[in-house]
Nanobody, 119 residues
Framework: QVQLVESGGGLVQPGGSLRLSCAAT???????????MGWFRQAPGNQRELVAF???????NYAEALTRRFTISKNNARKVIYLQMVNLKSEDTANYYC??????????WGQGTQVTVSS
């Protein structure tokens, strides 16, 4: 059973920074580096949207409005996906989900971590 555990969310003031982490456990740890990975977010009343994506070959893709403020990365040895967020704005408030996908092992989501940007 695949398990992805997000952490790092919380309350931050506008202009602040957060780093989200997504730790992979159990069955995908041995094949972690074969997955494409991403972060999505969903605000109340909105659809889930792509934030950032990282392919297993290292290519990245970002939501256009977030390119300069958000950075996706991973640590294959630690089996962790990161999302560094800087200069946060109130509109970044959402539940953030990590996601992994492999043609062999399917798609999997984490449970989400809440980010609230407010003064």
């Amino acid at each position: 059973q695949v398990q992805l555990v997000e952490s790092g969310g919380g309350l931050v003031q506008p202009g602040g920074s957060l780093r989200l982490s997504c730790a992979a456990t159990r069955s995908i740890t041995r094949v972690f580096n074969t997955f494409d990975m991403g972060w999505f977010r969903q605000a109340p009343g909105n659809q889930r949207e792509l934030v950032a994506f990282l392919t297993n070959s290292g290519a990245t893709n970002y939501a256009e409005a977030l390119t300069r403020r958000f950075t996706i990365s991973k640590n294959n040895a630690r089996k962790v996906i990161y999302l560094q967020m800087v200069n946060l704005k109130s509109e970044d408030t959402a539940n953030y989900y990590c996601y992994v996908n492999s043609s062999l092992y399917g798609s999997h989501w984490g449970q989400g971590t809440q980010v609230t940007v407010s003064s």
